[in-house]
């Protein structure tokens, strides 16, 4: 309910005069409701109406597969389960209810979905039916409540025991990437993890320089680094780690290397709490690769907010001019890569405290020779 209550004020200081919102994103659906149903649409009224003196409470669609679903998950609002389209039925109904002005977020609703929804609606009020709004959902989600908090350290600590597990037993020359890869995922869902949060990468030898290295058949190189970046789907939340070890000896360009990026790392860590705005903390870790003279080779923004989705908001980049709030879950992730070399990353996620903040994948980062 307090969700709800917070999306009702955020929705009021937005839109000019929307009495409802049609929500369609399915995560901020599940957040709002708790369903988690592939079909759903949700419609929150923000005021009562000339017709109806009490506010109505919201009202999830969603379809014929979800009937038990939809009715033992579904916290705070009606259920309906259309015969139909869930929009049509979802847009007759705001239309019965006598609401004139629908909220929708337009950053999550493509054109196509947009015209579906503008179908259902009478040709003389069409035109000012919906109104578009900025991802209103999606910034109450970055500040994770109570409840959200103890599921995010479940997923961490998840990641990182598997990260121990794969360290103990699976990192050898000669072993495919992918082994590799399929053995952690294979203990993710062994522990109760509904999936991955995104594709497993694991980058070794050269291709560790590509940031987004997913797990090839590869193998593992007599000496070289590998990154492995990987997360958990565990309870609808997301983890998301990154470790770079090394195989065999290691070059004094590597190490130097390492030991940039960790230090990069940690600086922004450290420059977390409340109040800093997002760009001072990308610059804490760039600002340390640059007298490294490195910086040319770190490729990509800092970090990012992670939760019931893998990138949320907000970026931990250049020119993010937003402050971090207590409650917020952030990546902390700088890495250089240096094409046809090696690459090197290390990643943390970081809770944003009413005091500080602190790292909820504390699984070591030693320099670690294999
Ligand atoms: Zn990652
Ligand atoms: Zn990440």
């Known amino acids: 309910m307090v969700r709800l209550k917070r999306l009702t004020a955020a929705l009021q200081s937005v839109t000019g005069h929307a009495d409802a919102m049609l929500v369609t994103h399915l995560q901020d659906v599940r957040y709002l409701t708790g369903f988690t149903g592939s079909s759903a649409a949700l419609v929150v009224p923000i005021r009562s109406t000339p017709t109806r003196k009490a506010k109505r409470k919201p009202v999830l669609f969603t379809d014929g597969r979800y009937i038990v679903q939809a009715h033992q998950q579904t916290k705070n609002a009606g259920v309906v389960i259309a015969q139909g389209p869930i929009l049509r039925e979802a847009c007759a109904w705001i239309l019965k209810e006598g609401l004139e002005h629908c909220a929708f977020d337009a950053e999550h ?8 929804m503008r179908q259902w609606i009478p040709a003389k009020q069409r035109r000012s039916f919906f109104q578009p709004v900025p991802p209103v959902v999606a910034s109450l989600r970055e500040i994770k409540d109570a409840e959200e908090i103890v599921l ?30 399929a053995e952690l995922e294979f203990a993710a869902r062994m522990a109760g993890a509904e999936a991955m949060s995104f594709e497993t990468i694991v980058a070794s030898g050269a291709r560790s320089a590509q940031p987004h290295g997913q797990a090839t058949t590869q193998r593992m190189p007599q000496r070289g680094f590998v990154v492995l970046d990987f997360g958990v789907l565990l309870n609808g939340y997301c983890s998301d780690m990154t470790r770079t070890i090394h195989l065999g000896h290691a070059t004094a360009a590597e190490r130097n290397a390492y030991e940039a990026v ?19 903390i990308d610059e804490a870790a760039r600002s340390v690769l640059r007298h490294a003279k490195l910086t040319d080779f770190f490729t990509h923004s800092t970090g990012h907010g992670v939760g019931l989705e893998i990138h949320e908001g907000p970026r931990i980049a250049v020119r993010q ?47 670690s020779e294999l």
């Open 262 to 280: 960790l230090a990069a790392q940690m600086a922004a860590v450290a420059a977390v709490p409340p109040g800093v705005a997002c760009e001072d």
């Open 152 to 181: 995010m350290r479940k997923a961490a600590s998840l990641g990182c025991s598997l990260f121990e597990q794969i360290l103990l037993t699976g990192i050898e020359a000669g072993k495919q990437e992918v082994e590799i890869a």
């Open 321 to 367: 001019r937003q402050r971090l709030e207590p409650g917020m879950v952030i990546t902390i992730e700088p890495g250089v890569y240096l094409p046809g070399r090696f690459g090197v990353r290390i990643e943390d996620m970081v809770l944003v405290t009413a005091r500080g903040s602190e790292v909820l994948t504390p699984v070591t980062k030693a320099w």
């Open 109 to 116: 609703t493509t054109v196509a979905t947009l015209d579906s």
